[in-house]
């Protein structure tokens, strides 16, 4: 049986004088997905899991996030992996207040720390008294890794309004660029060639294109929860093309 590895995806939008923005990486060929364009994320650690980590969430508790995730336990732990990803990938920490101490610097100090193994990303919110803000945070799709892929995953995706703040700086080894792009923008460089995507990535930035603003995404987006439903593509070979099929298309059940 395949390992199907649970992960958690962000999609952080900022509003700009050209309609909302979103915040596109490039996977590194040393990645997972490498040399595609994907939003930040990735596979949950076992510290995303801590019960100690969960008391640091202040708007929202685990049995409530289950419920929201239609999981029995341990919805939170997707919520909290997005954050540490967000951080140790881009460099952005989404939390409710930060100390004086710190700084971009500090933070970028800590972040390097945690990305070589040499400091917890829990044990560095510990230390700091740091609390997440998910009320800024919305769940918008589950997506599942075809059958015929050697790697699978279980991934969430979320939502989330940005600014400014804090500038975005993606690590250099699994990313090797990051940038703000209208969701258009992206697909139509994906059309042309130029921006390479997969179909979850494709689909998440379809459903921002009727949005004017991110706040208007936001609760959206938000009113469409109850209704996201897991999708598994399904691919098999015909005339020696390979044809893709999500669970509304028709033949997807006989695939």
Same mark, same amino acid.
């Given at each position: 049986m395949?390992?199907? @590895?649970?992960?958690?995806t962000? !999609? $952080?939008?900022?509003d ?5 923005e979103?915040?596109? #990486?490039? @996977?590194s060929?040393?990645?997972a997905?490498?040399?595609l364009?994907?939003?930040?994320g ?7 899991? $801590?019960?100690?980590?969960?008391q640091?969430?202040? +708007? $929202?508790?685990?049995?409530?996030a289950?419920?929201m995730?239609k999981?029995?336990?341990?919805g939170?732990?997707y *919520?909290?992996?997005? !954050?540490r990803?967000c951080?140790?990938e #881009? ?6 207040s930060?100390?004086?101490s710190?700084?971009p610097?500090?933070?970028k100090n800590i @972040?390097?720390? &945690?990305?070589? %193994?040499?400091?917890t =990303?829990?044990?560095?919110c $510990?230390?700091?008294?740091?609390h997440?803000d998910?009320?800024n945070i919305?769940? &918008?799709s ?5 059958e !015929?892929?050697?790697?699978? =995953?279980?991934?969430? =995706?979320? =939502?989330? %309004? ?6 975005n700086?993606?690590d250099g080894?699994?990313?090797?660029e990051?940038v703000?792009?209208?969701?258009? +923008? ?8 130029t921006?390479n995507?997969? *179909?979850?990535t494709?689909?998440n930035l379809?459903?921002?294109?009727p949005?004017?603003?991110v ?7 938000k009113?469409?929860v109850?209704n996201?439903q897991?999708?598994?593509?399904k691919?098999f %070979? @015909?005339?020696?093309?390979? &044809? ?9 059940e006989d695939?």
């Amino acid at each position: 049986m395949q390992l199907i @590895r649970p992960a958690a995806t962000i !999609v $952080l939008a900022r509003d700009s004088l050209k309609g909302p923005e979103v915040l596109m #990486v490039k @996977r590194s060929t040393n990645s997972a997905f490498g040399d595609l364009h994907v939003f930040p994320g990735g596979t949950l650690d076992p510290e995303d899991y $801590l019960s100690e980590i969960y008391q640091m969430s202040d +708007d $929202l508790d685990d049995q409530s996030a289950s419920s929201m995730l239609k999981v029995e336990k341990d919805g939170l732990a997707y *919520m909290i992996a997005v !954050v540490r990803e967000c951080f140790e990938e #881009v460099g952005i920490l989404m939390s409710k207040s930060l100390p004086a101490s710190l700084d971009p610097k500090a933070l970028k100090n800590i @972040r390097d720390q &945690i990305n070589n %193994k040499k400091l917890t =990303f829990y044990d560095f919110c $510990l230390s700091n008294d740091i609390h997440f803000d998910f009320t800024n945070i919305v769940p &918008i799709s589950h997506w599942i890794t075809p059958e !015929v892929e050697k790697k699978r =995953f279980d991934t969430r =995706f979320f =939502f989330t %309004k940005t600014d400014e703040s804090q500038q975005n700086d993606h690590d250099g080894w699994e990313l090797t660029e990051s940038v703000w792009i209208k969701p258009s +923008d992206a697909l139509k460089a994906n059309s042309e060639g130029t921006f390479n995507m997969i *179909m979850p990535t494709i689909k998440n930035l379809s459903l921002l294109l009727p949005y004017k603003t991110v706040a208007d995404a936001f609760a959206g987006l938000k009113d469409e929860v109850d209704n996201i439903q897991s999708i598994l593509p399904k691919f098999f %070979k @015909r005339d020696g093309n390979w &044809i893709g099929l999500l669970p509304d298309d028709e033949g997807y059940e006989d695939a």
